[in-house]
């Protein structure tokens, strides 16, 4: 998928935190996820006469997650995205990559009227987003610090392992195209994001503690 090589940084130095863990004791509290999906940017974060389709293929979501009670926690996670123009624009593909540190709320427990086996997590917090045009426009490169926020519903397969559908919503702070031309296949706007995936338990309990 033509990773830049700051992804391959960023997947390099998470896949090495996840490592080390699993070197550690179960007592670490850890959570690793992967999860795959769609994602839809807004239209606002083109120039004028660009767009993008309204779902895009693929989304990769990668995480490490650690918690500190059983209801708060913390995660690193990477995301990889990639869309592209909507018939009637001109032609553009876009890679748009991003690190994020989040904390994390476990809210199930403030949810008694769900089943046992599904729970409801919240994380939000901040990083940064590498945003590459293929193509035509491959100097149009960005970087931008960012917000997402998002919620989490998992269901318990077994003590150690659960699938879980994820929606995030990823706010990029980024400036004005200037000149407009620097912003011809590139994006700086925003980004929803829907995946589903799995998440693994080192501890071998649903809430890590």
Do not use: W
Not at 16 to 32: E, G, H, T, V
Not at 51 to 66: E, V
């Amino acid at each position: 998928m033509n990773l830049p090589f700051k992804t391959y940084s960023l997947v390099a130095a998470l896949f090495l935190l996840i490592s080390i863990a699993f070197a550690q004791n179960d007592n670490q509290r850890l959570k690793f996820q992967i999860a795959f999906g769609v994602n839809s940017p807004s239209q606002s974060g083109f120039v004028d006469g660009f767009s993008s389709k309204g779902i895009n293929f693929p989304t990769i979501n990668l995480g490490a997650q650690y918690m500190f009670k059983k209801e708060f926690g913390a995660k690193l996670d990477f995301g990889f995205n990639r869309f592209s123009n909507e018939s009637g624009s001109p032609e553009f593909k876009v890679n748009y990559t991003r690190i994020n540190v989040q904390g994390v709320y476990d809210a199930t427990f403030i949810m008694s009227f769900l089943p046992d086996r599904l729970a409801v997590v919240g994380h939000a917090g901040p990083g940064m987003s590498f945003v590459k045009p293929l193509g035509n426009y491959p100097d149009n490169k960005l970087s931008y610090f960012n917000v997402m926020a998002g919620f989490e519903v998992h269901y318990d397969v077994s003590p150690r392992f659960s699938v879980y559908a994820d929606t995030s919503y990823i706010a990029g702070f980024a400036k004005d195209f200037d000149p407009v031309t620097e912003g011809y296949g590139s994006f700086n706007g925003n980004l929803l994001t829907v995946t589903v995936g799995v998440s693994v338990s080192l501890s071998g309990c649903r809430y890590c503690d």
